[in-house]
Structure formats: structure tokens, C-alpha cells
């Protein structure tokens, strides 16, 4: 606790290091066994959110306000791409990227990764839940091709980025959305999208792999019914934010900490609550690792580490996706 600001995704190493971006534009590195010292691991600038081990050994994060960025084991810090494709008939120019929030990489070395919002930056992201628009986006860097393609848009503050062991799909979560869906980015489906959950009773965020087979995520927040009248009255909005000052406008509640297993079914297997937010509010992320669950998130000072009854002691994601260490 107070060690570090703002540990929005932590990530853990094949060695069971652990890392995690702060507010200062640093990746931290907290070394094992006990994780009690640390050093900067790498500066990049801005506030460094979702993260992920490539094949390599190369740390891929989303950084906000400046693009998708990787450091390589020798500490070197790479801007990967900080644009995409224009939309078409599109009046105002959206190549550029302002919140680039979770992502994941196929086996292939693809990188999907989500743009929360195209309007608004990592300072006042929470006033496009007032727009509701669908102002975000979903997009695939190659690096084979250095190439940058949006692949899916329109998307309702698209959060969290986790592709499946099929190589063909990946699920993605919209905040406002109350949401989780499936894309596919390749085989017979390709393009087409399927509601795994919908409805949930808050906001989820990133989504990750759990040992057996299922996915974790987290609930950011919690919805309430006056939010979700609010939802359905644009003009409400509207008036609301020209005739009051916005400490007194209608946000949703992001006090709370909660983590959700899941299944590819959308069936929910086990819930884990901070309800009051004493420990861990508005958790961001977690990440499995040997028994363990990683707990972030981006308004906190802590990571939190809970142990998960009956969970595989060996597993790890960087094992998973990608098995032995490189050398």
C-alpha cells in the first residue's frame, strides 16, 4: 500500500515478477519472491494501462493518451503505432489514438487492443458515459507489417481485450455497455460478433485467462437504477451538464471492488466483493498467477494478491500463451 499510483493492469513474469504502470509515466518492477522491493523498470511518459508478455519477452502496454509502446528486455523503450485508418466519411479526423486502454496478443505477434474513446483522454474519461455514443474502438497492430487497422468500432467504451486459445476469436468488454462479447478476427466467422454476457449489474473492465479454462474479470462499478434512467434520456443528460456544475452530475459509482469468474457460455462461476471499497475499490484488472489472483486498479495505491482455493499452483499466462521462457 502507497508503494505506487495508479497499478491500473498488473502483469506477472515467468519469473514471478511483477510489474505495473503508475501515474508517473513508469513501469515498476517489484522483484519475487516477496515483492517488497522494486525498481523502474522502464520511463515511457504517460500513465502505462493494459500490459502484456509477447513471445519474446517483450513487454506490450497501451499507454494513455500516446498509443500502444513495448520495452524490450534489454529495457529499451519501442513506440509500436499511435494511429489508425481513418473512418470513412468521417468529419472529424480519428487516426489519432487518445485512450488506448487493454489489449491481448494472438500467436501470430497481432496485438488487439482497445481504444476506449476516441473524444475524451485519460484525465476525463468518465464524462463519456454522459455521450453514450459508442465512441470507442477495437484495433489490430501486425508487426510483421507494422501496419494499424481498426477492426471493429462504434463500441460503447470498449475496455478489456482477451483472445481465446482458438486463435480465431477474442472477447472484449464495453463499460457503459454492461457487456461482454465475442469477436472473430479470423476462420469461418471472421467479422461477425456474439453477446457472451449482457446485462451485467455493473461496468466490467479487462478480462483475462483463469487456469481452468474460464476467464476473469472485474466490475469497475456498479449500476444503479437512476443511472440507467438517466441512459435512456439524452436530453436529461444534456440539461444536466449546462445547468450544473459537474462536481453535482450524475456519474456512475466506481466506489466498489468486485472480480467475476466466468465461462464461454456467459455462465458466472464465482464473485469476489470489496462492497464498501475499503481494501480495493474500482478494481481494474486481474491477473492469475500460480494459485494467485493480481488485483489493480488505476484510482488505487496497492496491488492486491488473494488466493484462489483450489486453483493450479503452476499455472501462469505467460506459460500459457506462450510456454517456456525465451531464452
Not at 93 to 114: C, E
Amino acid at each position: 500500500m502507497g508503494e505506487i499510483e495508479g497499478p491500473e493492469d498488473p502483469l506477472i513474469d515467468w519469473d514471478d515478477n511483477v510489474y505495473a504502470g503508475n501515474r508517473q509515466g513508469e513501469i515498476i518492477k517489484f522483484h519475487a519472491p516477496d515483492h517488497k522491493t522494486w525498481e523502474v523498470y522502464a520511463h515511457i511518459g504517460g500513465h502505462p494501462l493494459g500490459m502484456q508478455f509477447d513471445r519474446h519477452g517483450n513487454l506490450v502496454c497501451c499507454v494513455s493518451g500516446m498509443g500502444l509502446y513495448m520495452v524490450t528486455p534489454d529495457r529499451e523503450v519501442v513506440k509500436l503505432t499511435d494511429e489508425t485508418n481513418r473512418s470513412r466519411f468521417s468529419i472529424v479526423d480519428d487516426t489519432r489514438m487518445r485512450l488506448a486502454d487493454d489489449l491481448d496478443i494472438a500467436a501470430d505477434g497481432r496485438i488487439f487492443f482497445s481504444e476506449a474513446t476516441v473524444r475524451y483522454n485519460h484525465v476525463d474519461w468518465p464524462l463519456d458515459s454522459l455521450e453514450l455514443r459508442g465512441n470507442g474502438r477495437l484495433i489490430c497492430y501486425d508487426p510483421r507489417t507494422k501496419t494499424t487497422r481498426t477492426v471493429l468500432k462504434r463500441l460503447m467504451f470498449p475496455n478489456g481485450v482477451c483472445v481465446m486459445p482458438d486463435q480465431e476469436s477474442l472477447l472484449f468488454a464495453e463499460t457503459w455497455g454492461c457487456r461482454i462479447s465475442r469477436f472473430w478476427f479470423d476462420g469461418p466467422k471472421k467479422g461477425q460478433v456474439e453477446r457472451v454476457i449482457e446485462n451485467l449489474p455493473g461496468l466490467p473492465d479487462n478480462i483475462n485467462r483463469a487456469s481452468d479454462g474460464n476467464y476473469w474479470t472485474t466490475l469497475v462499478g456498479m449500476r444503479s437504477p437512476a443511472m440507467d434512467l438517466a441512459s435512456t434520456m439524452p436530453g436529461f443528460r444534456r440539461r444536466m451538464t449546462r445547468r450544473m456544475g459537474p462536481a453535482n452530475w450524475m456519474m456512475p459509482n466506481i466506489n466498489v471492488g468486485c472480480a467475476v469468474k466466468f465461462n464461454i457460455k456467459g455462465e458466472i462461476l464465482d464473485v469476489l466483493w470489496d462492497k464498501v471499497g475499503t481494501n480495493h475499490p474500482m478494481v481494474c484488472s486481474v491477473k492469475e498467477h500460480k494459485g494467485y489472483l493480481y488485483l489493480g486498479g488505476i484510482s488505487n495505491n496497492r496491488i492486491g494478491k488473494w488466493k484462489i482455493p483450489g486453483a493450479d499452483p503452476e499455472w501462469t499466462g505467460p506459460g500459457d500463451y506462450w510456454g517456456a521462457k525465451p531464452c
